[in-house]
């Protein structure tokens, strides 16, 4: 027996001997894998800035004076048959101007994707003055036995000083870069005006020239508003780039379409580039 626990021990000691003298080798490549999660610029929480932007603005005056004038001849049979309102005597306007203004909004950030909600302001100066077609007719005789000899002319300005339009954005951010694009409602203020005039006359006829009776009857109607309200809805697209941690630059595009005042319809395509920081 003690010689068979002397032989176990002896066994024992060259086993952790050897051990030590001669480690096993580790394979290459069994180390535990830890993947490395993609990391993205933090566009999340609120941001403020300024902007410069340069636009154009349309506005068609071409029905604006329909209704003016036939208001003012709504009893009349020369309106009822000749129909002097539907002619055309203004057109489209097309005016560029520059603007100053800013932004503050917020962003929620998933990984990649940013969507917020931003409002932007500009003042601006678009001055819309409607071309003016001028024109001058003789009726044949109508029912009631009587010709009118007019002659119609009109003016538009519409003068657009103030627009804000509170937006979402949907974006992607990819490094320091984050494109997006917006959808809003837009609301502005604007000096209006619109008038016609007439310069008409009654014509009686008759066979023997001295018996012809004429009868002059001219007017003008218009309307005007200083600070009209303007509502539409707008749309465009752009990027932001991240100078440093809190400081972003901007550029972007945005159309507007103005819901129709006087049957004045027109909109805005617009360029801007800003300054922001993120809180």
């Avoid at 290459?28 to 999660?37: H, I, K, L, N, S």
């Amino acid at each position: 027996m003690r010689c068979l626990l002397a032989v176990l021990g002896l066994i024992g000691l060259l086993s952790s001997a050897f051990a030590a003298d001669y480690e096993l080798p580790t394979l290459r490549g069994t180390d535990t894998f830890v993947p490395a999660y993609p990391t993205y610029f933090g566009w999340d929480g609120f941001y403020a800035g300024g902007q410069l932007t340069y636009g154009n603005a349309n506005s068609d005056f071409t029905n604006s004076t329909q209704n003016l004038l036939a208001f003012a001849l709504r009893n009349l049979t020369f309106e009822q048959e000749a129909q002097p309102s539907t002619v055309t005597l203004l057109g489209p306007s097309d005016t560029g101007a520059a603007g100053l203004g800013g932004f503050v909004g917020y962003n929620v950030q998933y990984d990649a994707a940013v969507v917020g909600l931003e409002f932007n302001y500009t003042h601006t100066g678009f001055n819309s003055v409607s071309p003016e077609f001028p024109i001058g007719r003789l009726t044949g005789v109508l029912s009631n036995g009587k010709q009118y000899n007019f002659y119609l002319t009109g003016s538009g300005t519409m003068h657009t000083t103030d627009v804000g339009v509170l937006r979402a954005r949907a974006g992607y951010a990819t490094g320091n870069f984050m494109p997006y694009v917006t959808v809003g409602a837009a609301v502005g203020r604007a000096d209006m005006a619109v008038s016609v005039s007439c310069s008409c006359q009654e014509i009686t006829p008759n066979s023997n020239p001295a018996l012809v009776r004429v009868l002059d009857f001219s007017f003008t109607q218009g309307k005007s508003k200083d600070a009209a309200y303007l509502f539409g809805f707008a749309g465009g697209g752009g990027f932001d780039y991240a100078l440093t941690q809190n400081i972003f630059a901007r550029a972007e595009y945005e159309y507007i379409s103005w819901s129709p005042v006087w049957q004045v319809t027109s909109h805005i395509q617009t360029g801007r580039v800003g300054l922001g920081v993120k809180f």
